[in-house]
C-alpha cells in the first residue's frame, strides 16, 4: 500500500518561510509526477506546484517566484520550499503521487499552513 506522509506546515507570520516534506513509501513502481495542491476554507482544491521525475517543473501563477519544488528520487521525497508567505497562502496542503504503472495517482493527509498578517 503506498502512503504519502506530509511534514512541515505550522503558523508563520507574513513575508516568512516554510518548508514541507512528502515521503512516499509503500511503491514497487517508479513514482512519476508528484505535486502539491491546496485547499483553503470554502474553495476548490488546486495545484500549486508538481515536479516530472526527470525534474521538468510547473507552477501555479499565484506562486510563482516565491515557491521551489524539488524532489529526491532516491528517497521517494518531493519538497516544497515557501518563501515571501502571505495570508492568502494559508490553506491545507496535499502531497499527490502519480505512479503510470498502476494507473492512478495517491494523495496524503495534508498539512496546514497558516499565515498570520
Known amino acids: 500500500q503506498v502512503q504519502l506522509v506530509e511534514s512541515g506546515g505550522g503558523l508563520v507570520q507574513a513575508g516568512g518561510s516554510l518548508r514541507l516534506s512528502c515521503a512516499a513509501s509503500g511503491s514497487i513502481f517508479p513514482i512519476n509526477t508528484m505535486g502539491w495542491y491546496r485547499q483553503a476554507p470554502g474553495k476548490q482544491r488546486e495545484l500549486v506546484a508538481a515536479?516530472?521525475?526527470?525534474?521538468?517543473?510547473s507552477y501555479a501563477d499565484s506562486v510563482k517566484g516565491r515557491f521551489t519544488i524539488s524532489r529526491d528520487n532516491a528517497r521517494n521525497t518531493v519538497y516544497l520550499q515557501m518563501d515571501s508567505l502571505k495570508p492568502e497562502d494559508t490553506a491545507v496542503y496535499y502531497c499527490?503521487?502519480?505512479?503510470?504503472?498502476?494507473?492512478?495517482?495517491?494523495w496524503g493527509q495534508g498539512t496546514q499552513v497558516t499565515v498570520s498578517t
Open positions: 499527490n503521487a502519480d505512479i503510470l504503472a498502476r494507473r492512478r495517482d495517491y
Open positions: 515536479i516530472t521525475r526527470g525534474g521538468s517543473t
